[in-house]
């Protein structure tokens, strides 16, 4: 049905649900015409019939529920409790969902239920089953102790693969079973130890970012270091996995709002900037239809809002592809397609060329481009942005990683492996960066068949039924002060380091994944790490003072006067924006001071 508009599709495929009531109300009373000889008046027909349909969804919900809990019961079990909603049908709940994406803090909506109900609990919006959880060893079952039991979800079931194949079609990040296999052994090679230590490619394109920097501030602007970081990580990323930089850097930096250069036509239009918007535009897009779940089709009734903002997209990601195969006929290489999945990765062989050998597909390679580009791109991007802006939240912070960074390196020294290696603060700023503000901080999964999640208090065990979304969220996890201390919610990186890496995180290593776990753990991990430790160190290298210019913000994405007062991160001076991956809402505007002996 890839034709069919979605809430046609989304209708025909449930014709015999929301048939087979009218056709019993329709039976009946032809029943009571011909045996009773009774004719009933039109309203009496007429309110059954439309009566009938809620009727006959909500007995087949009670139903489920009912079995659900029996099968609970035999194997000495309970189901999750379930957050109650004064509206039917969860109606208010979605309601509340939406909200908060909209205007909210992430996650306060789960945290109110967290602590009526716990950290698990069950979820049902317009009559779908969701089982969150934010609880370490039920995330460990989800992604590593139970894998088998859980999936992205086939789109025959109210699944995350069907919300985001318009976006990422069969990619590494939705896909199941061989697929996913099929492109997670194609990629795995090529994110060896020394494919991720060698620096050219992020010391070259940290040099333009700078140098861009330092021009923009010579001119009194503030700089946005998310748009910065953005484009540095987009060129640095194409170059190292695709072997072609698409030079978004050369796009040059925007102005803020008040500038009357802000407008430019020119930047606007650059293809790396369309691209950058309609990027953003469809994960806006898909993060609504994870609210909405299953009945997602019924909001784009007529038109698949995402396909329609893929155009620049695909006309970004095609001239990659082109080349590639370009380079394949150049090279006149006749190894067959779908070669041995562990052949090696040849010198000077990007990613994309890798891929290649595997497939010639276009559709199969234009989704595991997008894939990798969105990990490569918005992951990394975020966990800069966010450690930047920490940075100047926290000036005594800065001051030590540069003393750090200057007395192992120096101010003008290109970084090595093993000075990042040796560079302990370095990483639990990053770490503690990234606990706080996970590139990821809401995941789902779908149970492929019933299981059991062991009690937390002594009770009963939880029993997770077949073809339910399990949501869960490290995020949340992240910041439980029974898990991390009672500073959980306070940025430290000191944690990490201090007997409170000894007394939380060693004992229990499952309560800190910002890169996921088990089969599915991030292979990109290494290299995230190595960008994010490059790209700051070549930045405090050159300035020794980082100070936020929250006039430079936005108006419209400011965060509201009553999220001042509050503790922890959300009375910070930035509003998270937790599409798909976790951002700053307008960006993160701030001004630097530049070093007496600048390095570049």
Known sequence: MANIPPGI???????????????????????????????????????????????????????????????????????PPRVEDKWPAGVGLLLQSIDNLKTGYPGENFNEWAEKYGNTFN???????????AEPDYIKAILATQFDAFEKGKSKRPAFELQMRSFLGTGVFNSDGEMWKFHRAMTRPFFSKDRVTHFDIFERHAQDAIQQLKNRLKEGYPVDIQDLASRFTMDSATEFLFAQDVQSLAAGLPYPHYSPLSQSSTSANHPANVFSRAFDEAQRTIAFRSRWGAAWPLTEFWQDKVQAKMGPIYDFINPILTEAVARKKATKNNEKLGANVDREVQDGESLIDHLINYTDDPIV??????????????????????????????????????DEILSKIGSSRRPTYDDMKDMKYLRAVI???????????????TTKKPTLWPSKIGGKPFYIPANCKTPYSVFLMHRRTDLWGPDANEFDPDRFIDDRLRKYLTPNPFIFLPFNAGPRI???????????????????????KITLAPEAQPPETRPPLSWADAPGTKGDSVRPKTYLTMSILGGCWVTLEEDVEPAI
């Not at 595991?368 to 939240?393: F, K, P, Q, V």
Request: hydrophobic share 50%; net charge positive; aromatic share 10%.
């Open 431 to 445: 770490n503690e960066t990234l606990r706080l503000y996970p590139a990821v901080p809401f995941n789902v999964r």
């Open 365 to 402: 390679l234009r989704d595991e481009t997008l894939n990798i580009l969105l990990a490569g791109r918005d992951t990394t991007t975020n966990s800069i942005s966010y450690a930047i802006y920490m940075l100047a939240r926290h000036p005594r912070v800065l001051s030590r990683l540069r």
């Open 522 to 544: 991030c292979l990109g991990q290494q290299f995230a790490y190595h960008e994010t430790s490059f790209f700051l160190i070549r930045l405090l290298q050159n300035f020794s």
């Open 123 to 133: 979820v049902r919006v317009l009559l779908e089953n969701r089982f969150f959880t």
């Open 9 to 79: 599709a989304y209708l025909v495929n449930r014709l015999p649900t929301l048939l087979s009531p009218l056709i019993a109300v329709y039976i009946l009373n032809r029943l009571l015409l011909e045996c009773l000889g009774a004719h009933l008046p039109l309203w009496a027909v007429i309110v059954p019939a439309v009566l009938s349909i809620p009727v006959a969804l909500l007995l087949k919900v009670s139903f489920v529920d009912f079995i659900d809990h029996r099968r609970a019961a035999a194997l000495g079990a309970v189901l």
